[in-house]
C-alpha cells in the first residue's frame, strides 16, 4: 500500500505571506497511463473538502491563482503565494494513481 | 449543478448493519468512478472503497469483507452496506467523485 507523508502537520502563516506544504508518497505516482494522480483538497473548519488542485499541477474550476501544485515522481508541493484569511482549514493531499491515499493533513491558521 | 447527498447514517450497536446512500445529481454515477471516503472525529481522511463504471469495486483492508459497495442506476444513487459494525467504523461517511463530496453522513458504532 501507498504511505502519504505531509509536512510540516500544522502552519501558522501572516496573512500576504507565502506557505508550502509538502508531500511525498512511498512509491511513484506516475501512471502507466503517464498521468500522475496527485490531487490538493482544502477542508474548511465544519465543511466537506474541496478540490483545489488536480493531477499536480491544475487548478479547479474556481480556484485562485494564488495556489499552485508543482512536483513529480514521489515529492509535490502545494503553495500559496500570499496566504488569505479565508484560506485557513487542513490541507490534504491524495494519490489515486493505486486506489486512493491520503496524507495526514496539515492544519494552517493565521497568526 | 453536480451535487452528492449522502443519508443513511446513525446509531448502530457493534456487530450491527446500516446502508448508507448517496443520491448523485448533474451528472450519471455509472459514466464514472465514485468512492466512499470516511473521517473519524477530529481525524484526517480515510478511503473507504470505490466503484468504477465498469462494476470493478476496492475497498480498504479496514472494510473488506465487511463493507460493500452497489450503485442502482436508475435512480443514480451510491450505496454502501456496512455489516458487522465495529467501534472503529465511527465516522463521518463522504461520497465522492474526485471533484465534488457530499455533506457526509454521521455514523456512530456505539452500546
Known amino acids: 500500500d501507498i504511505v502519504m507523508t505531509q509536512t510540516p502537520l500544522s502552519l501558522s502563516v501572516t496573512p500576504g505571506q507565502p506557505a508550502s506544504i509538502s508531500c511525498k508518497s512511498s512509491?511513484?505516482?506516475?501512471?502507466?497511463?503517464?498521468?500522475?494522480?496527485l490531487y490538493w483538497y482544502l477542508q474548511k473548519p465544519g465543511q466537506s473538502p474541496q478540490l483545489l488542485i488536480y493531477?499536480?499541477?491544475s487548478r479547479f474550476s474556481g480556484v485562485p491563482d494564488r495556489f499552485s501544485g508543482s512536483g513529480s515522481g514521489t515529492d509535490f508541493t502545494l503553495k500559496i503565494s500570499r496566504v488569505e484569511a479565508e484560506d485557513v482549514g487542513v490541507y490534504y493531499c491524495?494519490?489515486?494513481?493505486?486506489?486512493?491515499?491520503f496524507g495526514p493533513g496539515t492544519k494552517v491558521d493565521i497568526k | 449543478e453536480v451535487q452528492l447527498v449522502e443519508s443513511g447514517g446513525g446509531l448502530v450497536q457493534p456487530g450491527g448493519s446500516l446502508r448508507l446512500s448517496c443520491a448523485a445529481s448533474?451528472?450519471?454515477?455509472?459514466?464514472?468512478?465514485m468512492s466512499w471516503i470516511r473521517q473519524a472525529p477530529g481525524k484526517g481522511l480515510e478511503w473507504v472503497s470505490l466503484?468504477?463504471?465498469?462494476?470493478?469495486?476496492y475497498y480498504a483492508d479496514s472494510v473488506k469483507g465487511r463493507f460493500t459497495i452497489s450503485r442502482d442506476n436508475s435512480k443514480n444513487t451510491l450505496y454502501l452496506q456496512m455489516n458487522s459494525l465495529r467501534g472503529e467504523d465511527t465516522a463521518v461517511y463522504y461520497c465522492?467523485?474526485?471533484?465534488?463530496w457530499g455533506q457526509g453522513t454521521l455514523v456512530t458504532v456505539s452500546s
Open positions: 465522492a467523485k474526485v471533484e465534488v
Open positions: 448533474g451528472f450519471t454515477v455509472s459514466s464514472t468512478y
Open positions: 466503484i468504477y463504471s465498469d462494476g470493478g469495486t
Open positions: 512509491q511513484s505516482l506516475l501512471h502507466s497511463d503517464g498521468k500522475t494522480y
Open positions: 493531477e499536480v499541477s
Open positions: 491524495m494519490q489515486g494513481t493505486h486506489l486512493f491515499t
